[in-house]
């Protein structure tokens, strides 16, 4: 799969402004093959009584007649889920996966090009530009939580071809009309077929309808960009990644992914942090992986409350909830995480925090109410906790500080 130069981790759509959550037992009794697909009953020729599908050891059918009316399956992984990636060529930065034994392999930048090759059949129910806005909007629900680019490329050269096509479309694995498959997408990989999105065009696609008034294209375009991004299926409960069409998802404009989702993503393409230097300028353009610098904080940890450097021995203190770590360099020190009670601060943590150097104390923020801490001596100053109204103009509630 081709990916491209770096731009501003932002989805750009004109004319608009695997982990291993795989399937672990597959006894179907067919020849798996490495492809994602969809079934439905009438397409299987299988013995009921053997019948079974596993995920993440929980078995999620074990009849036919479980088989929902729609859905997604993903063939061979139990043998195959470990995705290649072609070498860096010009203009390419290198990417990683997650291999299925838990295999990290280096990633950089991930920039996708994209096309709107085909559009549904001829129908009042969606136009082309209603299309395009919806595959914009499924887009940006994964690059609004990950270091992901999509732009709208003309011509053939796009990493991800979206069709509206039926029947067989020559990438060997036919729809089979009105229901059973409704949609499959490509892992990324080397095949041409890479990152390409397919959509049954004999489906009646439609956009905030009723869940029995045909297929919503939001919804499932976002299940099936992710796969094309490598992401595998998954028996959550809550997951747009679930293997079959579970109806609706709402209002693209106030879609908020699932959390077990964004952890998926997470993993696979981390969580980032820039670095300035004392003059205020980005040391690289390029983030660096949160949990691959800084060893030692929590694999699930999904975001930093606040974070500072340390008077005196210049180490790194991370706070999320109601702990925190200390960091000799990128490393953390044993003994950690602790409690931030021991700071003498709320046990529900802190907002921001920043060390004034022209007294070296650091403040820590929370919620109206600020402290003021000595790192030197290791306790907190008495007189505090002080109302934030004393800092003029600065907003009841703070995201984060720092010297600027």
């Known amino acids: 799969m081709k990916f491209s130069k770096h731009f501003n981790g932002k989805v750009n759509f004109f004319p608009y402004s ?28 299988l013995n009921p009584a053997s019948f079974k599908i596993v995920i993440e050891g929980e078995v999620v059918m074990k009849s036919i007649k479980d088989l929902p009316k729609s859905m997604c399956l993903l063939f061979g992984l139990t043998y195959a ?5 072609p070498k860096p060529m010009k203009n390419t930065f290198q990417f990683i996966q997650q291999s299925f ?9 991930y920039v996708f090009m994209l096309l709107v090759r085909t559009f549904p059949k001829e129908s ?18 994964w690059s609004d939580i990950a270091p992901l680019n999509f732009h709208e490329v003309a011509g053939n050269e796009a990493d991800i071809q979206i069709d509206f096509t039926k029947a067989d479309h020559n990438d060997g694995y036919p729809f089979d009309g009105p229901g059973g498959t409704v949609a499959h997408a490509f892992f990324p990989g080397e095949r041409f077929t890479a990152g390409d999105t397919h959509f049954d065009d004999d489906e009646a696609w439609t956009f905030r309808s009723p869940d029995s008034h045909g297929m919503d294209l939001f919804a499932v375009a976002v299940h099936e960009f992710g796969h094309a991004i490598g992401l595998a299926h998954t028996s959550a409960i809550e997951s747009i990644m679930r293997p079959y069409y579970q109806g609706p998802v709402g209002d693209p404009l106030k879609y908020n992914l699932p959390y077990e989702d964004k952890i998926r993503v997470w993993q696979l393409y981390g969580k980032y942090f820039w670095r300035l230097t004392r003059e205020k300028h980005l040391v690289s353009l390029r983030p660096a992986q949160i949990h691959r610098f800084w060893r030692g904080l929590p694999t699930n940890l999904d975001s930093i409350d606040a974070v500072y450097e340390r008077p005196g021995d210049h180490k790194i203190v991370f706070f999320k909830g109601g702990k925190y770590w200390v ?45 003021r801490y000595d790192d030197h001596l290791r306790r907190m100053d008495l007189g505090y906790p002080k109302d934030t109204a004393l800092w003029k103009g600065i907003p009841s509630q703070l995201d984060d500080a720092m010297r600027w």
């Open 124 to 141: 009042a129910l969606l136009g082309r530009d209603m299309v395009r806005a919806l595959m914009y909007y499924a887009l940006k629900v």
């Open 81 to 85: 889920l470990h995705l290649s990636y």
């Open 18 to 45: 695997a982990d291993d959550h795989v399937f672990q037992d597959l006894d179907l009794g067919i020849l798996l093959v490495e492809r994602e697909g969809a079934v439905s009953p009438s397409s299987l020729h």
């Open 101 to 109: 034994r838990g295999i990290w392999h280096i990633v950089e930048y």
């Open 327 to 371: 960091f000799k360099d990128n490393n953390v020190e044993e003994g950690y995480p602790r409690l931030v009670t021991d700071f003498g601060l709320p046990a529900e943590g802190v907002d921001a925090v920043f060390v004034w150097l022209h007294n070296e104390k650091t403040y820590f923020f929370k919620d109206n109410r600020y402290w």
